[in-house]
């Protein structure tokens, strides 16, 4: 069993955003809450279900201790842009 929590990053397996990367707001039962800072915003987060989510589980400590920090979309769009220069 995965365990999900909040602050850490997701992929998308399926689904039109096949591929596309999320950092996880929240999780509500078997569904996650996800946001990418542009078209998924915090106001209004992407509800999708765990077992069409993968997690990223090898973070840098650098953004772990960004995503503890998240106050708004561009600090998200920072953690994706610094995660995918890695």
């Known amino acids: 069993m995965k365990l999900y929590q909040a602050e850490m990053l997701a992929t998308s397996l399926a689904g039109h955003d096949k591929g596309k990367r ?6 509500e039962n078997d569904c996650l809450y996800l946001v990418d800072g542009s078209t ?21 400590a650098e953004l772990t201790d960004r995503m503890s920090k ?10 994706l842009k610094i995660y995918e220069s890695l």
């Open 40 to 60: 998924k915003l915090l106001a209004r987060p992407k509800k999708k279900n765990q077992k069409h989510v993968q997690l990223i589980k090898h973070l840098s």
């Open 22 to 27: 999320y950092v996880v707001l929240e999780q």
């Open 70 to 79: 998240i106050r708004d979309d561009a600090d998200v769009r920072k953690i």
